[in-house]
């Protein structure tokens, strides 16, 4: 009897730690999908930024940038959107590569071949979720309300199955790519991967590949990736709306990266919040926050401009310094902060 009633206990204990979390999640949840907390964090975010470097903090916006636009065409908002799916790869198979010690070849080919293990494949998801993300508010703030933008947990089968096709649509096309690498040393295969993040001629080549393999995925008839009229019919967007896009990154990555902890320890969202405001996190989790943010930061730059990927600072977590690291995590914490004191 005793031995029952303690499993019961224990039991009991579970049932209510998990409500507790699906509380806190569903708190997130409305939070992503608030025009009014994506404006409120954007400014947070602009303005630690500016705090971080030193440097008088400016408006969020002046009054000619609230209601001025800028131009894009189509067709450069086709690539940046295709994107995503290679700079959740690219980012994804950095952590895994950090936490095994086997290099990027290796990951891909399990990747592409589905060999992957339910662990990898969890995580490469919540980096495509992350990506994917960042992406819609600079398409149209709007899209940050539809019903799939959600914390991962609460996404579908079908979305998450939409998410790892992207991944392993990527890393076919990467894992050709490195075959003269293949045999190479860690370093050798980095430094690929960071040629071919600079390349716009490859991301064009990813992102065409990319949209092809999401047809083929529903399968659908595949059309040309940009037709004649897409590379010239030009869209106007808000500066408003893209600001507050860029400014958004850190907060996907928080969201992100916390509930792929959430997920894999069972821990309340608002305590990794709190590990994170006060410095208590592990430097591995700690680490992990911050690839995160390189994923969202990556993902956002072909909007802002594909030849924002041609900058020195766009390559490998790998490569970065602890200063580039730093302005990542000054992104997570001001999110982490903002976040916490709505739960």
């Not at 630690?48 to 470097?53: D, N």
């Not at 065409?73 to 980012?91: D, H």
């Not at 990506?131 to 019903?147: L, V």
């Not at 010239?232 to 967007?237: F, S």
């Amino acid at each position: 009897m005793f031995v029952q009633h303690i499993i019961s206990c224990d039991t009991k204990k579970e049932a209510s730690m998990e409500q507790k979390i699906q509380s806190q999640l569903t708190v997130i949840d409305s939070l992503l999908r608030s025009a009014d907390f994506s404006l409120s964090i954007a400014k947070a975010q602009d303005t630690a930024y500016y705090t971080g470097i030193g440097q008088p903090v400016p408006p969020f916006l002046t009054p000619a940038e609230d209601t001025a636009t800028i131009t894009i065409t189509t067709g450069e908002e086709k690539v940046a959107s295709n994107l995503a799916g290679f700079y959740a790869l690219e980012c994804g198979i950095g952590a895994l590569s950090g936490q095994t010690h086997e290099k990027p070849t290796g990951w891909l080919e399990k990747i592409a071949s589905e060999k992957a293990d339910s662990a990898s494949i969890l995580l490469l998801n919540r980096f495509a979720n992350a990506t994917w993300k960042i992406s819609q508010p600079f398409r149209d703030i709007k899209r940050i309300t539809r019903p799939n933008f959600t914390v991962a947990s609460f996404l579908p089968p079908e979305e998450i199955v939409k998410d790892y096709y992207q991944v392993k649509t990527a890393a076919s096309k990467l894992l050709a790519s490195m075959q003269p690498v293949k045999d190479g040393s860690l370093e050798d295969q980095m430094q690929k991967i960071r040629s071919l993040l600079h390349s716009r001629q490859y991301a064009f080549e990813m992102a065409a590949c990319m949209d092809s393999g999401y047809y083929a995925s529903q399968k659908k008839a595949i059309p040309p990736f940009i037709s004649a009229k897409e590379d010239n019919t030009i869209i106007h967007k808000s500066i408003k709306d893209q600001k507050i896009a860029t400014n958004l990154a850190g907060f996907y990555a928080l969201e992100c990266g916390l509930n792929y902890l959430v997920t894999t320890k069972k821990i309340l969202p608002a305590a990794i919040l709190q590990s994170i405001t006060e410095n208590t996190i592990s430097k591995e989790d700690k680490m992990l926050f911050s690839r995160f943010a390189n994923a969202t930061w990556k993902a956002s730059q072909p909007f802002r401009g594909l030849d924002r990927i041609e900058r020195e600072t766009f390559m490998p977590f790998y490569f970065l310094n602890e200063a580039d690291i730093d302005k990542d995590w000054v992104q997570i914490k001001t999110a982490a902060a903002k976040v916490l004191t709505m739960l």
